[in-house]
């Protein structure tokens, strides 16, 4: 069990292609939601994404942390307030036809990536330290600000209730961050750092199965859907293409603007392009579903590709036009 959980972790994307093509076939042949409660499985599965993911977060070293603040204050304007300016755009123009896509790609720029900037951050040999500040203070911004940003730029396009987005922002984050917090202390007092080091490296591999789940659910239930209308899958991944690179861009230029080097560039453009996957989908699954969902289902394939082309083909490169 404990190397399948590392499997997944390492081959996040692979499992989510293949969870993805199987809820397309299960969905197409089977009524899912008229045999499973799917918003109690999504709910579920919101927990099993988020809390581990955030007992393995230590928001007590961020006062030790790094305390570059025009880094830290760029990366959130541009992960909250740029990225949901280019995530408008595209419902206006990619998805202006298609109200659940662009709710999905709005939500994209509205909620920002959270722990997994720092996982990234550490692969391309960047600040940790200033990443782990960005992505606690990020995380704790998001049930104030995105509830705004998604109302005021989604709320034309559909029906948004945004007092129950403000609430269940604020549960998926804090509840799950509260008892993360006293779980990492109590196992650390009980057994030691040690053994908590020992057994943190399985938490991504249960916080990614929880995601598997809710994409599995959450596709099969709008399979007819998608495959009757296949092009679907080339506006998704068109919008979320354009979305990556404009975010790129954007985040290029302003470290170079600003002069940060390679380390703190890179943390930029990171927060700038990758959203979280774990609490947009949990917000999509319980609260609007459909396309809004599956759109969202289909980013972490595009995602982790992305990232990955950035950091090993576009860092050298990079570092290059920052003069680092």
Request: proline share 4%.
């Amino acid at each position: 069990m404990k190397n399948i959980l590392l499997l997944i972790k390492k081959r996040l994307y692979i499992f989510v292609a293949i969870d993805f093509v199987i809820a397309l076939i299960v969905g197409t042949n089977f009524d899912i939601g008229s045999i499973i409660n799917i918003k109690t499985v999504s709910m579920l599965a919101v927990f099993m994404m988020l809390y581990p993911m955030l007992t393995g977060l230590a928001i007590e070293k961020v006062k030790k942390a790094g305390r570059n603040y025009k880094l830290i204050s760029l990366t959130l304007f541009f992960a909250f307030f740029v990225a949901s300016a280019t995530a408008y755009m595209l419902s206006q123009t990619v998805f202006v036809d298609m109200p659940e896509l662009a709710l999905g790609i709005i939500l994209v720029g509205a909620i920002p990536c959270s722990n997994m900037l720092i996982g990234w951050t550490g692969i391309a040999d960047a600040s940790v330290e200033d990443a782990l500040v960005v992505a606690v203070i990020g995380l704790m911004l998001i049930p104030i600000i995105s509830p705004i940003i998604v109302t005021y730029i989604g709320g034309p396009i559909i029906d948004i209730n945004s007092m129950e987005l403000g609430r269940n922002l604020t549960i998926f984050i804090f509840a799950p961050m509260v008892l993360g917090y006293f779980t990492r202390k109590t196992i650390i007092s009980k057994k030691g750092i040690s053994y908590f080091m020992d057994i943190k490296k399985y938490f991504p591999g249960v916080s990614a199965s929880g995601i598997l789940l809710i994409i599995f659910f959450s596709v099969a239930k709008v399979a007819p859907q998608v495959v009757e209308n296949p092009m679907v899958f080339i506006q998704v991944a068109g919008g979320l293409s354009i979305y990556y690179f404009v975010q790129t861009v954007l985040a290029v230029g302003a470290a170079k603007i600003f002069k940060l080097n390679y380390g703190q560039g890179m943390i930029l453009i990171l927060g700038a392009t990758a959203s979280s996957q774990a609490i947009s989908l949990a917000i999509a699954a319980s609260m609007f579903g459909g396309l809004t969902v599956f759109a969202l289902s289909f980013k972490p394939i595009l995602q982790v590709a992305y990232i990955m082309f950035l950091i090993y083909y576009m860092g050298p490169k990079i570092k290059i036009f920052l003069g680092d």
